[in-house]
């Protein structure tokens, strides 16, 4: 069995396409490079064509939605919901506020530390979404920012469209969030978890774990920062303060049945700090949990060192 990779520049991070046909590979990255083009259009909030950016100019009235803006946003709303706010999509307005205004390129390249205030999130409660209407609704302060979910989405809807488009068994890495499809190779497709997506095993601590199904996401405190008139911030916050998240942890890595569920419970672990590896295991995800000074906490499923060098 063959195997062929392609990766190219997507979403502010790099895309990876990892297929079992090499003869499938080039149709395989037309249909990833489409599905991250529509992602993108619409839930982008750096792009001033995009349908969220459209959404935070209609001044609370309603607006006409794509189905795939619709279907960003409703996910975004259960994640708020099943985490109890912890995950909220109406954080756009915390992370301006926090000096995050535009391309992650530009604001770590300023000259000036980004002045800042502390502001809330506004609440998911506030975000209407009529699917029979075909439109979606937000109050005219609120700024949606669709980062805990959409990128998740985006890699889950891209590897189940390889697979039944281009036919093949594919892996879908956006910059750490990796959604598998079709029947894995003997013994899993074999994922590198770090602390830096970019990294590689030969320069970066961490592990190699087997993933058979769903989707694994590493959120990390270590990789976005930039510099604030307070401090150094990060990517990670807590919507119910407006800051970001205390660095109990620097990388939470999570296996669950979808990339998506496993990025919102990476990220919910970071702002949830101490109560996190209880709250992962109350919910039967498998987790690494990594703290600033390296030391690790394993939930139960998620293979430790000793056992992989056992099973070796």
Same mark, same amino acid.
């Given at each position: 069995?063959? !195997?062929?990779?392609?990766?190219?520049?997507?979403?502010?991070?790099?895309?990876?396409?990892?297929?079992?046909?090499?003869? $499938?590979?080039?149709?395989?990255?037309?249909?990833?490079?489409?599905?991250?083009?529509?992602?993108?259009?619409? #839930?982008?909030?750096?792009?001033?064509?995009?349908?969220?950016?459209?959404?935070?100019?209609?001044?609370?009235?309603?607006?006409?939605?794509?189905?795939?803006?619709?279907?960003? /946003?409703?996910?975004?709303?259960?994640?708020?919901?099943?985490?109890?706010?912890?995950?909220?999509?109406?954080?756009?307005?915390?992370?301006?506020?926090?000096?995050?205004?535009?391309?992650?390129?530009?604001?770590?390249?300023?000259?000036?530390? $980004?002045?800042?205030?502390?502001?809330?999130?506004?609440?998911?409660? #506030?975000?209407?979404?009529?699917?029979?209407?075909?439109?979606?609704?937000?109050?005219?302060?609120?700024? !949606?920012?669709?980062?805990?979910?959409?990128?998740?989405?985006?890699?889950?809807?891209?590897?189940?469209?390889?697979?039944?488009?281009?036919?093949?068994?594919?892996?879908?890495? /956006?910059?750490?969030?990796?959604?598998?499809?079709?029947?894995?190779?003997?013994?899993?497709?074999? !994922?590198?978890?770090?602390?830096?997506?970019?990294?590689?095993?030969?320069?970066?601590?961490?592990?190699?774990?087997?993933? $058979?199904?769903?989707?694994?996401?590493?959120?990390?405190?270590?990789?976005?920062?930039?510099?604030?008139?307070?401090?150094?911030?990060?990517?990670?916050?807590?919507?119910?303060?407006?800051?970001?998240?205390?660095?109990?942890?620097?990388?939470?890595?999570?296996?669950?049945?979808? #990339? /998506?569920?496993?990025?919102?419970?990476?990220?919910?672990? !970071?702002?949830?700090?101490?109560?996190?590896?209880?709250?992962?295991?109350?919910?039967?995800?498998?987790?690494?949990?990594?703290?600033?000074?390296?030391?690790?906490?394993?939930?139960?499923?998620?293979?430790?060192?000793?056992? /992989?060098?056992?099973?070796?």
């Amino acid at each position: 069995m063959s !195997i062929a990779s392609a990766t190219f520049p997507a979403l502010g991070t790099t895309a990876e396409l990892i297929t079992l046909d090499p003869l $499938a590979l080039a149709d395989g990255v037309d249909v990833l490079e489409r599905e991250l083009d529509a992602i993108d259009r619409a #839930c982008s909030r750096f792009r001033d064509d995009s349908e969220v950016r459209q959404l935070g100019r209609a001044d609370g009235g309603w607006m006409r939605a794509s189905r795939l803006l619709r279907e960003a /946003l409703s996910v975004a709303v259960a994640a708020a919901e099943q985490t109890d706010g912890v995950v909220d999509p109406t954080v756009g307005g915390t992370m301006r506020a926090l000096g995050w205004d535009a391309d992650f390129r530009v604001v770590v390249s300023r000259q000036s530390p $980004a002045r800042i205030e502390i502001r809330p999130a506004a609440g998911w409660r #506030c975000i209407e979404i009529d699917d029979a209407g075909g439109r979606v609704r937000v109050p005219s302060d609120v700024e !949606i920012d669709l980062g805990s979910t959409a990128k998740a989405l985006a890699a889950d809807r891209a590897a189940a469209a390889v697979f039944r488009l281009a036919g093949t068994p594919a892996l879908v890495n /956006l910059g750490g969030d990796i959604a598998v499809a079709g029947p894995a190779p003997a013994g899993g497709w074999p !994922i590198h978890v770090g602390d830096d997506h970019r990294a590689t095993p030969s320069d970066a601590d961490g592990q190699v774990v087997a993933v $058979a199904a769903g989707g694994l996401a590493t959120s990390s405190t270590t990789v976005r920062r930039w510099r604030t008139t307070e401090g150094i911030a990060h990517h990670v916050v807590d919507p119910r303060t407006g800051r970001p998240a205390p660095e109990v942890w620097r990388t939470v890595s999570v296996a669950a049945a979808s #990339c /998506l569920d496993a990025n919102v419970a990476s990220t919910a672990a !970071i702002v949830l700090g101490e109560e996190a590896p209880g709250w992962l295991h109350a919910r039967a995800l498998a987790a690494r949990l990594v703290r600033p000074d390296g030391r690790t906490t394993f939930t139960p499923g998620w293979p430790t060192p000793q056992e /992989l060098a056992c099973a070796a």
